[in-house]
């Protein structure tokens, strides 16, 4: 960053990253978009997912996985098992602004890095905590993975076929929304510090995180009382009217949105559409409306029902694979994708940001850091001793930077 650099929404603010997997790093690399000083404490050796790669894609030295949910982050290497590594943490702490950690309930109280220690050095700290089901119930010790919790929140069988195997999102999307769920939890308590000056604890959960997701759909069931039922055609969705899915063509998909069925009927030259009441055959008729539309659209290619259905008002898009997404001309428009250089990895090319400043954009400072690249330099900026430093080091209690195959051959 350059002294004409726009400033960020969080420059100036510290945020110890004590976090592993998917929504804990992709909630502070959020922090680190918008300028806030990230510190990724890990181990030694390094977070486990730098050694597990999705769709084995290794990288030269930082895998793909790690090098998308860790930029704008530096790196202290510290061993939590160790009283100096502890000391170096703590110490880091002191000076902190945001702590955020997703180890299983109970590992932050035997580290000694629970809410109501880490107060203790750093009263105004706003601490994080995010968990599976919650930091205790009956829960409390499940595994709280991705799709585990896509299955327990009902959001699976609200789509598909009744009586065919439910099928979770092509994303990690618990992950994906309860980090975006730390994130808006940090800055409403930075917000709230702001204007008080009071810290305080926020926890997050991923069962919760996903379940208020679901709010209209949810309350259809609980205030509505309307079944959760789905059909014998593949609706896209169990509280929406048909026509409404994914629809075959005869050269690939298509997907259609509450289109008008006079309009269908017309286009398609099918009289059992025409007079029909959107809002009430649409459901009552569900099935039978699907299979209709289904089997006209069949006769065709996707891009001819495009050209020919978006021209009179039907909602209706393309099914886009990644290759398609990546080239789209409004993504590029958008600015979604951003480039970088990384100095192992070369020219990266990512997704950016979800949101815009004018004032205080959003950018990238730095890439995915390797294994302790800055112990050293956060050593000194917290008032460590060049030779309390050596001390650390070659105890093992913090580390700097090793190469690829040597943490290979720690590991």
């Given at each position: 960053?350059?002294?004409?650099?726009?400033?960020?929404?969080?420059?100036?603010?510290?945020?110890?990253?004590?976090?592993?997997?998917?929504?804990?790093?992709?909630?502070?690399?959020?922090?680190?978009?918008?300028?806030?000083?990230?510190?990724?404490?890990?181990?030694?050796?390094?977070?486990?997912?730098?050694?597990?790669?999705?769709?084995?894609a290794q990288g030269n030295e930082i895998?793909?996985?790690?090098?998308?949910?860790?930029?704008?982050?530096?790196?202290?290497?510290?061993?939590?098992?160790?009283?100096?590594?502890?000391?170096?943490?703590?110490?880091?702490?002191?000076?902190?602004?945001?702590?955020?950690?997703?180890?299983?309930?109970?590992?932050?109280?035997?580290?000694?890095?629970?809410?109501?220690?880490?107060?203790?050095?750093?009263?105004?700290?706003?601490?994080?905590?995010?968990?599976?089901?919650?930091?205790?119930?009956?829960?409390?010790?499940?595994?709280?993975?991705?799709?585990?919790?896509?299955?327990?929140?009902?959001?699976?069988?609200?789509?598909?076929?009744?009586?065919?195997?439910?099928?979770?999102?092509?994303?990690?999307?618990?992950?994906?929304?309860?980090?975006?769920?730390?994130?808006?939890?940090?800055?409403?308590?930075?917000?709230?510090?702001?204007?008080?000056?009071?810290?305080?604890?926020?926890?997050?959960?991923?069962?919760?995180?996903?379940?208020?997701?679901?709010?209209?759909?949810?309350?259809?069931?609980?205030?509505?009382?309307?079944?959760?039922?789905?059909?014998?055609?593949?609706?896209?969705?169990v509280y929406i009217r048909a026509p409404?899915?994914?629809?075959?063509?005869?050269?690939?998909?298509?997907?259609?949105?509450?289109?008008?069925?006079?309009?269908?009927?017309?286009?398609?030259?099918?009289?059992?559409?025409?007079?029909?009441?959107?809002?009430?055959?649409?459901?009552?008729?569900?099935?039978?409306?699907?299979?209709?539309?289904?089997?006209?659209?069949?006769?065709?290619?996707?891009?001819?029902?495009?050209?020919?259905?978006?021209?009179?008002?039907?909602?209706?898009?393309?099914?886009?694979?990644?290759?398609?997404?990546?080239?789209?001309?409004?993504?590029?428009?958008?600015?979604?994708?951003?480039?970088?250089?990384?100095?192992?990895?070369?020219?990266?090319?990512?997704?950016?940001?979800?949101?815009?400043?004018?004032?205080?954009?959003?950018?990238?400072?730095?890439?995915?850091?390797?294994?302790?690249?800055?112990?050293?330099?956060?050593?000194?900026?917290?008032?460590?001793?060049?030779?309390?430093?050596?001390?650390?080091?070659?105890?093992?209690?913090?580390?700097?930077?090793?190469?690829?195959?040597?943490?290979?051959?720690?590991?």
């Amino acid at each position: 960053m350059t002294d004409s650099s726009p400033r960020g929404v969080l420059d100036g603010y510290r945020v110890v990253d004590c976090s592993i997997a998917m929504a804990g790093p992709f909630a502070a690399q959020r922090l680190g978009d918008l300028g806030a000083d990230v510190v990724k404490v890990e181990p030694t050796a390094g977070e486990w997912q730098r050694f597990a790669a999705a769709g084995g894609a290794q990288g030269n030295e930082i895998n793909v996985s790690f090098l998308s949910l860790n930029r704008n982050k530096r790196s202290l290497a510290a061993d939590l098992k160790s009283e100096g590594g502890k000391e170096v943490v703590r110490e880091l702490i002191a000076g902190a602004d945001v702590f955020l950690q997703n180890y299983r309930p109970g590992v932050a109280a035997r580290l000694g890095l629970d809410y109501d220690t880490v107060k203790q050095i750093n009263p105004s700290i706003v601490y994080v905590s995010i968990s599976g089901y919650g930091e205790d119930g009956p829960y409390r010790d499940r595994p709280g993975q991705d799709m585990l919790l896509q299955a327990m929140t009902g959001s699976m069988l609200s789509g598909g076929r009744k009586g065919e195997a439910p099928r979770a999102a092509g994303l990690f999307l618990a992950d994906a929304v309860t980090a975006s769920t730390a994130f808006e939890g940090v800055l409403a308590a930075l917000l709230h510090r702001e204007r008080t000056g009071e810290g305080q604890l926020v926890t997050v959960n991923m069962l919760d995180a996903l379940t208020t997701l679901q709010m209209q759909e949810l309350s259809v069931y609980t205030v509505g009382g309307v079944p959760q039922e789905r059909g014998s055609e593949p609706n896209a969705h169990v509280y929406i009217r048909a026509p409404y899915g994914v629809f075959e063509t005869s050269d690939g998909f298509l997907a259609l949105a509450f289109a008008d069925l006079d309009t269908l009927g017309r286009v398609f030259d099918e009289p059992a559409l025409m007079g029909l009441d959107p809002e009430e055959h649409g459901w009552t008729h569900r099935d039978e409306l699907f299979r209709l539309v289904s089997t006209h659209l069949k006769t065709n290619t996707a891009q001819h029902w495009l050209d020919t259905l978006l021209p009179e008002g039907v909602w209706v898009g393309p099914v886009y694979g990644y290759e398609e997404l990546v080239n789209d001309p409004q993504i590029a428009h958008n600015g979604t994708f951003i480039e970088y250089d990384h100095p192992t990895e070369g020219r990266v090319k990512t997704p950016g940001f979800p949101y815009r400043f004018d004032r205080t954009p959003a950018r990238v400072d730095r890439g995915a850091p390797r294994v302790g690249e800055h112990t050293g330099e956060i050593l000194a900026e917290i008032g460590v001793t060049p030779d309390r430093a050596a001390e650390l080091f070659s105890s093992g209690a913090v580390a700097e930077t090793v190469s690829a195959a040597a943490r290979k051959d720690r590991s």
